[in-house]
């Protein structure tokens, strides 16, 4: 038991170039970084090489923290899981004020916990029926709680995310780009500066304006992902080269035009 509590607690969760879960590892020299949930540095993967990257400018002898947790949940949620796996209480800054609770879980709760229910039951599909059926139950709640729950509520905000990758997989390229738009405050909200989740959000985003023929808006939402991605991900990275190869078609698009 004490030898998976210690690996628990020290390995990191591996995710793909969207930022999905795809694994577990050890890196022990990693796990010598302390939490904050307003952390200097993020963390990155290429394959399954782990890069830490500063999203801030950090003084000397200034400590380098990291996220061991989303910093999307609530604060009551985010001490609950530290303390449940890492056997502490954080004491930072954003726990101490709470920011932006208030807007995490805005709305009618009623509607939010059965909202929130609904996205913990999703288990990752493996077939386009399977797909469907996550789709036409993300749009049912979408529906039904439609002036309830604001966009910027969590567990509102999980289920247009829910929608838009039913929707991508199953190309349905237009209302996946009407979930995805949705998305875009929220996330701005709530990963502010530089974070490799928004990042990701408005390359995806980007990509399906593209596909929409919507050049001008596409080119602008890729730009920003490209400024984000520069510093969360490196100049090196394969989903930068790859957000850097639709950005150039979106220019020379709008040289074209």
Known sequence: FSLFLQVTCNCFTISNGEMQDVGVGLYPSMSLLNHSCDPNCVIVFEGYQLLLHSVR????????????????????????????QYCFKCDCPLCQNQEK????????????????????????????????????????????????????????????????DACINLESWEEA?????????????????????RAVQLMRVGKLQYSQGMVPQALETLKQAYNIMKVTHGTDHSLMKALMEIKEECEAMMRIR
């Open 177 to 197: 780009l009407y979930y995805g738009s949705r998305t875009l405050e929220p996330y701005r909200l709530y990963y502010p500066g530089f974070h490799p989740l």
């Open 57 to 84: 400018e950090i003084q000397i002898g200034e400590e380098l923290t990291i996220s061991y947790v989303e910093s999307l949940m609530p604060t009551r949620e985010r001490q609950k899981q530290l303390m449940r």
């Open 101 to 164: 609770d208030a807007e995490k879980l805005a709305g009618e709760e009623r509607a939010w916990k059965e909202v929130k229910d609904a996205v913990n039951e999703v288990r990752y599909p493996k077939s386009k029926e399977e797909w469907k059926h996550v789709l036409a139950r993300c749009q049912n709640l979408l529906r039904s709680h439609k002036g309830h729950l604001p966009d910027t509520n969590i567990y509102q905000l999980k289920m247009l995310d829910c929608a838009m």
